[in-house]
């Protein structure tokens, strides 16, 4: 398997990869409790009525302690295992560094090449995972859900930044309309905060959201859903499907497709380079440690030692 | 300032290196909610009435949208701001992957050259981020708070095995002895699952708990505060000073520090090796990211491509 990164995965993705580009990946995320699995759930549900083939991934930071229990999530999706159109699998991210993203994206590249016309990337549990599945992601919608505590301020840093569509769900409960008025103001102030100095080094689509009269910018959409009772969905997909045609139609969003891309590769290299490195060296960067330790060399040295070995070799 | 980056600073850490290892790093973590600030200013209070030299360094996943609100939570310390011997500081990470836990060993280094005794670490917000202080740290705080939602369960997967002290602050409120016993069914039963085959692949500390018989095994101690009142810190203090002596004259501790120094190295020669590598490839990337865009070549083989040829420049 595909995440299982055993001998031969990547001829296999090498070869299967003509075969891709034309999946749509949602990256879903939000705090736990927010409902996401349901919201999911309904999501397949309407994109299998209009005749796609759909690919559920959940990204599980498994954990000794919290593994079995998040898993059990899953169950909230278990009508659709029949269909053959719909696949459903979880990924555990087995602690590694950048694993998580490079599992994520490399799955979601083999069920586009399978056939799926949208592939849902979904975090499951707390975790530092979002940003890497927003990263393997299209578009990302960020599940929220009134009284969960700290609402808008529990969102991840860095979350709402990459949030294209937002779906406050539970919408039945009270404080629904708070969190949609904190959803606008943050989204307002960090447009207000974006058209300052910090705009060069964001994200090309955060952004351009701030640029006055950039016509093409991308609004992020904010919907309120009950996915127990099937309300908001049609909306939200609705709102899903605009970022989509943003993303093929202008240029803005052509931009940010490639500078995703480029994302990327750099994450990739990045996790590559690290593995590489580390089995290059084996013993060496052991010894490198013993040395720290035993206040021989610091650890700045002890580094350019162990890269310059590296590159030598 | 170690945490700008600025040209100079590895000549200074590597200056600094031979007058540091004397400090005590104590990571703590937890949710928004839990009160890790108001306990941060009792521990700095009671470190302090012993006579020792304290640092606090609060590490802020910085966000246009969220870093203010944040770092308005170093008011809780603020009484301590005139005293000498205490040093409060945030850094922000900036979004730079690893980019954190490297800011926070760095500056806590700085500190112990400075002579603190205990340099406090503490994460801010809900992050990605508390593995890499952990990862800094010679012992891990969590703190937890009852009724915060998901309560055991919206601690990050791995957080728990890396806990060596846990406070259950608000301690006052109710759920606190069921937070409490959550923990402890969490631990016995993370106990339980690494003695079996994921022993070998876990960190020391947690699967020499689980040795039976293994009387240096440093088992996590579960306190309850109340932070607002000065309640329970007095133990607090005293367990955490229980896991740094087990750190410092057991064979079990001494392994776990020489087994965190060597995951310090490998997460810095990462974090160094993707810094020189993309500095070196350049527009390489570029052009490699715009290849895969027009399907010329697959993402492994570019990256393939790239590697080699940073080894060879």
Redesign the interface.
């Known amino acids: 398997m595909v995440d299982d990164r055993s001998a031969g995965y990547?001829e296999l993705?090498?070869e299967l990869?003509?075969h891709t580009?034309r999946a749509w990946v949602v990256g879903v995320t939000g705090?736990?409790?927010s409902g996401k699995s349901t919201l999911c759930d309904r999501l397949i549900q309407h994109l299998r009525a209009r005749g796609e083939r759909v690919a559920v991934v959940a990204v599980d930071?498994?954990?000794?302690?919290?593994?079995g229990?998040?898993l059990g999530d899953r169950i909230r999706m278990q009508r659709h295992f029949d269909d053959p159109e719909v696949f459903i699998r979880s990924v555990a991210t087995r602690?590694a560094?950048?694993g998580l993203s490079r599992s994520a994206a490399d799955l979601a590249r083999v069920l586009d090449a399978w056939g799926a016309a949208t592939v849902l990337l979904e975090t499951v549990?707390?975790?530092?995972?979002?940003?890497d599945v927003t990263r393997a992601a299209h578009t990302t919608l960020v599940v929220m859900a009134p009284g969960?505590?700290?609402d808008v301020?529990?969102?991840?840093?860095?979350i709402?930044?990459c949030a294209d569509v937002f779906a406050v769900n539970k919408a039945d409960r009270e404080g629904a309309d708070v969190t949609v008025r904190d959803l606008e103001l943050?989204l307002a102030?960090?447009a207000e905060?974006?058209s300052g100095a910090?705009k060069k080094t964001?994200r090309h689509s955060a952004a351009s959201r701030a640029v006055p009269g950039a016509s093409t910018a991308f609004t992020p959409a904010i919907v309120k859903t009950v996915a127990t009772r099937d309300e908001g969905i049609a909306e939200l997909v609705d709102k899903l499907d605009s970022h989509r045609r943003w993303l093929e139609t202008t240029d803005a969003g052509r931009a940010r497709?490639?500078e995703r891309?480029?994302e990327?590769?750099?994450?990739?290299?990045?996790d590559?380079?690290?593995e590489?490195?580390?089995s290059a060296l084996g013993p060496a960067?052991?010894e490198?440690?013993?040395r720290?330790?035993a206040?021989e060399i610091?650890?700045?040295?002890?580094?350019?030692e162990?890269?310059a070995r590296?590159?030598r070799?």
């Open positions: 990547r993705l090498s990869y003509p580009g705090n736990p409790g930071p498994t954990s000794p302690f919290s593994g229990a998040i602690g560094v950048g549990g707390v975790g530092q995972d979002e940003l969960l505590g700290d301020q529990a969102i991840k840093a860095g709402l930044e943050m102030l960090g905060v974006l910090e964001r497709r490639a891309l480029h990327q590769l750099v994450a990739f290299l990045r590559v380079l690290a590489q490195a580390v960067i052991a490198a440690a013993a720290i330790a206040q610091d650890p700045y040295a002890a580094c350019d162990l890269i590296f590159r070799e």
